[in-house]
DNA sequence: TGTCCACTGGAAGGGAGGGCTT
DNA sequence: AAGCCCTCCCTTCCAGTGGACA
């Protein structure tokens, strides 16, 4: 293979290679520390959440006097720090009652990743297993067992054990609220240790699932985290950004930037802290000495892309299947369409692959999924006598859907398909 | 004003898959 | 190996719905 190319060629490929290296070598480094920038990170200070930490330490300052604290519900849109907030404000709780002899456990869970009671009681139990020697596995148990050793494993020593409940409404609506019951009335069953239960939310309305004595139990005590306008986003990102750029690498204009893009999205810190990272990323790689404005509109498309992308790529089969349905009909001029008109070309291109067909009521929650994920537009209408259903629009370009599902060996056939030949064949 | 359409969306339950205990 | 439990994905059934039309 190597004998096929000339020596002059290999000589210019080799002095190629030497230039990449060389402009990345020579390139001068943005980033001084980016780990500062992402959302794990806890700052040492949390510019305009001083209301909230202290509104937080005082109502859990009765854990130092040895008296059970509130349970609390915090409520805030996303990116408005409440995450970060909770976790500095647990984590000085943890160092000062460690000052003060008193023993305290924070138990942080996510319940967008741990989403049924099961997990969560299982979630807790294994937070102790190093002392117990208790591991429940992911499924298996009956529910009340793994509450009976959480009991006992909480139990077993005087503590106070505070659990976080993070993105509270997604467990609720999918699992409902028997497990805050169990957990906020947990106290009356316990002899030696003393629960409280810290629950964060993005969705007030999911209040309303909550039974009124559950309700009343979490929220004893609330805290508002409201969104952060573009000039507090400014600050949050010029603190971020001393630690994680170097000197002089960052155009003025950069960071108001990214304060403004990130304000008009309901005030998302997690964005503004995106746009600059990306932004940065961009241009090391362009082997820019400076990140500029430029930088931050390449980013903003980056951002949108790559999340629309990764949603469509990790849709499951039958979701894809029926996204492609919806392109169809787009390319067809068919659009909007409705429930049933969808239907019939997915159960159409669900025999061109091979593939068995879902009910229309199964498709109809997938409709909704799409809608949720914001792939479509699903609106449900009135058309008088001629029946109720959705109207169904696509909300991404049918090229970007084509290209991502062209790099899937079992969609890849159905590219080839044209609707109405296959309309006709029926 | 009542009828009727084309669904919507809740409820119940089946069954496969994964894991545990006995 | 058998019996039990949990989760996920799905089907089946069916009451309910908003508004055009007769």
Known sequence: MVGCISSGAVWAMADYINSIFERY?????????????????????????????????????????????????????????????????TEELKRISDKYNVPVEVIYINCEIVDTQYRVLANIVNHFKNES??????????????????????????RFVIIVLDEIDKLIKKSGDDILYSLTRINTELKRAKVSIIGISNDLKFKEYLDARVLSSLSEEEVVFPPYDATQLKDILLQRAENAFNEGVLDDAVVPLCAAL??????????????????????????????????????????????????????????????????????????????????????????????????????????NELDMLGIINAKVVSKGRYGRTKEIRLNVTPHKVKKIFGQDDQLRPLLTVNLSRQRRLI
Not at 133 to 138: A, K, M, S
Not at 272 to 299: F, N, S, Y
Request: proline share 4%.
């Open 25 to 89: 070598l020579h390139a001068k480094k943005i980033f001084k520390n980016k780990e500062v920038l992402r959302h794990s990170y806890t700052p040492k200070e949390l510019p305009h959440r001083k209301e909230q930490i202290e509104e937080l330490a005082h109502i859990l300052v009765p854990v130092l006097r040895g008296e059970t604290p509130s349970n609390v519900f915090v409520y805030g849109k996303t990116g408005t720090g409440k995450t970060v907030t909770i976790k500095f404000v």
């Open 133 to 158: 020697g208790v591991e429940v596995p992911l499924v298996g148990w009956p529910t009340d067992e793994v509450y009976a050793k959480l009991k006992d494993v909480i139990d077993a020593e005087e």
């Open 262 to 367: 990130a304000a008009r999205e309901h005030g998302d810190a997690r964005r503004a802290l995106d746009l600059l990272r990306v932004a940065g990323e961009i241009a090391e790689r362009e082997g820019a000495g400076k990140v500029t404005e430029r930088h931050v509109w390449l980013a903003q498309e980056k951002i949108e892309q790559d999340t629309m992308e990764e949603v469509i790529k990790t849709l499951p089969l039958h979701s894809k299947v029926l996204l492609y349905s919806i392109v169809l009909l787009d390319e067809n001029g068919e659009l909007p369409a409705n429930t049933g008109d969808v239907y019939s070309v997915y159960t159409t291109l669900c025999e061109y692959i091979d593939l068995d067909s879902l009910t229309q009521r199964r498709v109809s929650d997938l409709i």
